[in-house]
Nanobody, 119 residues
Framework: QVELIESGGGLVQAGGSLRLSCAASGRPFNDYSVGWFRQAPGKEREFVASINWNGHSTYYVDSVKGRFTIFRDGVKSTVYLQMNTLKPEDTAVYYC????????????WGQGTQVTVSS
């Protein structure tokens, strides 16, 4: 199994932007669908966005449509989540994982990356 490593989180003011990265260590993951999930304090982990193996299909949860964009770089074997017009309710730890639909294909999760949006 290829380890996925999240990075790019930080503290940002409402209305600002961040770009998260999900990088595969070892073998590239260009043949797999990959998604982003997030978990806020006191809440269940929720699906955010996904992209299929060739980058031609994407899906977003309603709360981030029009603000977030998921894309991938096959050369770098990296999946990104560009987050614009951030809101305080976007505050969470963000994780990436292999996906089937809007569900993870594995129960193995990385450390995630913290995103904090202040008012």
């Amino acid at each position: 199994q290829v380890e996925l490593i999240e990075s790019g989180g930080g503290l940002v003011q409402a209305g600002g932007s961040l770009r998260l990265s999900c990088a595969a260590s070892g073998r590239p993951f260009n043949d797999y669908s990959v998604g982003w999930f997030r978990q806020a304090p006191g809440k269940e982990r929720e699906f955010v966005a996904s992209i299929n193996w060739n980058g031609h299909s994407t899906y977003y949860v309603d709360s981030v449509k029009g603000r977030f964009t998921i894309f991938r770089d096959g050369v770098k074997s990296t999946v990104y989540l560009q987050m614009n017009t951030l809101k305080p309710e976007d505050t969470a730890v963000y994780y990436c994982n292999y996906v089937r639909g809007d569900k993870s294909r594995t129960d193995v999760w990385g450390q995630g990356t913290q995103v904090t949006v202040s008012s």
